[in-house]
C-alpha cells in the first residue's frame, strides 16, 4: 500500500517562530497536498504540488508556504508561526484519483 | 467555489444496523467523489469512490450518486464497532486534481 510519512508527530512552537513540517512518499506520485483539519472545518487544503519545483496555493494558504525539492518531499513552513494556527496537519500524495494520506502532525502554538 | 456538505454531523447506531450518511455538493461539473474513513489520531483513508450517476457496490458498502440533485449517499450495511469512525465527503475540482472535502459525518457503532 502506498507509504506516506510526516515528522514531526507533534510540534510546540512558540508565537513569531519558524515551523517546518515534512512529507516523505514512497508512491512515486506527482501530486503531493498539504491540508489542515480543525473541528468543524473538516479537512482544508493549503498548498499543493504536481512534481518536484512547483507549488501551488490551495484554499487558505495565507501565512503559509511549501516546497517540493524532489518526487518524494513536500515540506510545509510557517514563517511565522501564530497561535490560529495550531490544529492537525495532513499531507497526503496522489494520483489522477485517490489520495493517501500521513498519519498528521498535531501542531501547538503558544 | 465548490462547497460540501455532510449530515448528520453524528451517528450513534446498534451493531448490525444500516447506517446511510448523506453529502452535497454545489457544482454539477464535479467529477468523482470519494468517501474516506478516518480512526482517531489517524490519517483518512480510502474507501469507495463514484463518477457516474448510479449506485456502486463494494462488499457493504455501497454509494449512491446523483447529479441532478447534487447528492451522493453511502450505507454501510450490518454495521461493526469497528465502523466507528469519523466518514469525509471529498468532491474533484474539475480541471485540476484538487478535492474538496465535507466536515464529516462521526459514527459510532455500539455492541
Known amino acids: 500500500e502506498a507509504a506516506v510519512t510526516q515528522s514531526p508527530r507533534n510540534k510546540v512552537a512558540v508565537t513569531g517562530g519558524k515551523v517546518t513540517l515534512s512529507c516523505n512518499q514512497t508512491?512515486?506520485?506527482?501530486?503531493m497536498y498539504w491540508y489542515r483539519q480543525d473541528t468543524g472545518h473538516g479537512l482544508r487544503l493549503i498548498h499543493y504540488?504536481?512534481?518536484?519545483?512547483?507549488?501551488e496555493k490551495g484554499d487558505i494558504p495565507d501565512g503559509y508556504k511549501a516546497s517540493r525539492p524532489s518526487q518524494e518531499n513536500f515540506s510545509l513552513i510557517l514563517e511565522l508561526a501564530t497561535p490560529s494556527q495550531t490544529s492537525v496537519y495532513f499531507c497526503?500524495?496522489?494520483?489522477?484519483?485517490?489520495?493517501?494520506f500521513g498519519p498528521g502532525t498535531r501542531l501547538l502554538v503558544l | 467555489q465548490e462547497k460540501v456538505q455532510q449530515s448528520p454531523e453524528s451517528l450513534i447506531v446498534p451493531e448490525g444496523a444500516m447506517v446511510s450518511l448523506n453529502c452535497s455538493f454545489s457544482?454539477?461539473?464535479?467529477?468523482s467523489i470519494w468517501w474516506y474513513q478516518q480512526h482517531p489520531g489517524k490519517g483518512p483513508k480510502a474507501l469507495i469512490?463514484?463518477?457516474?450517476?448510479g449506485n456502486k457496490k463494494e462488499g457493504r458498502l455501497t454509494v449512491y450518486l446523483n447529479r441532478a440533485s447534487l447528492h451522493v449517499s453511502l450505507h454501510i450495511k450490518d454495521s461493526q464497532p469497528s465502523d466507528s469512525a469519523v466518514y469525509l465527503c471529498?468532491?474533484?475540482?474539475?480541471?485540476?486534481?484538487?478535492?474538496?472535502f465535507g466536515a464529516g459525518t462521526r459514527l459510532k457503532v455500539i455492541a
Open positions: 469512490s463514484i463518477f457516474s450517476n
Open positions: 504540488s504536481y512534481g518536484a519545483g512547483s507549488t
Open positions: 457544482d454539477s461539473a464535479s467529477q
Open positions: 471529498a468532491v474533484s475540482i474539475p480541471g485540476n486534481y484538487k478535492y474538496v
Open positions: 508512491n512515486n506520485h506527482n501530486n
Open positions: 497526503a500524495s496522489g494520483d489522477r484519483d485517490t489520495q493517501y
